[in-house]
């Protein structure tokens, strides 16, 4: 099946990167042609004395592209007034991956590979460490020159109801079908207990803990998140596969052991709990969907969200700052 996925995504790639502008596969084979290489070996290392870097990076280049596009505005430390210090972004590292990317590529092709394409292929490596889909990255960003932490005010939320959520997802070019493939990204990675704390203990309208969650979880869920405890305890919000990639997150959604309010809100919808069942139908394997190519082209399609190319923007010296 991954050679499948690898063989679509390849073709079809090259296809759509040629009719983005400037944004295609293969941007940088002539004038940094070991670019790609330089990312999978710092991500690699990064990734070998750490589990979590993998959701680290992946979550990155989805935080960045939900805001002013994939442009590396997330990136950015500049005061207070930052993207990056917003309430929807708290959390979010590896930064010091893509700062140490970019200076072996800064040290090898000066002023050629954005930032922004640094978060978009490192995103994918990650994917792949943790027995993901490989996929071809369309590259040719450039980053961005704004970062202000008010932009970030309509991030997706794990509160968000689910017709929030497909509009939030819509207002990028996004499906319901995106919207559940791309949330199944929470199959690797943890969520602290901040997150959970409104699910478990005060759940509108009337309070207490979310119904939808299954008996059977919600001891688990209160034994790490307690109440009145440490709010930055985490736990895997993949319940029983928090350190691999694969498709047991949609599987405990349509059980009801999803951690996640966002998570489990995408059975309540018939758009998106068909989106899900399509993966585990009788058929499924013969004739339905790939969720791992499904997931892959969502990857590419979120990728190409408000993307800077040609004359626009710049390409960062250090990714951290403005030029």
Known sequence: MVQLVLILILSSGYLVGFSQGQLRVG?????????????????????ASSKDVAPHLLRLHFHDCFVEGCEGSILIQNGTTAEKGAFGHQGLQGFDVIENAKAQLEAVCPGVVSCADIVALAARDAIVLANGPFYQVETG???????DKSLADNMPDVGDSIQVLKTKFQ??????????????????GTTACFFMTNRLYNFPPNGGSDPSIDPQLLPELTSTCPKNGDVNARLPMDRGSG????????????SG???LRSDASLYEDEATRSAVDSYFGFLAPFLGPSFEQDFAAAMIKMGRIEVKTGSQGTIRRVCSAFN
């Open 171 to 188: 207002q990028k070019g996004l499906t319901a079908k995106d919207l559940v493939v791309l949330s199944a990204a929470h199959t690797i």
């Open 243 to 254: 350190q691999t990639f694969d498709d047991q997150i949609l599987r405990n959604i349509r």
């Open 141 to 147: 960003r450039r980053d961005g020159l704004v970062s």
């Open 27 to 47: 941007f940088y084979g002539n004038t940094c042609p070991d670019a790609e290489n330089i990312v999978r070996d710092v991500v690699g290392e990064a990734a």
């Open 257 to 259: 052991f999803a951690v």
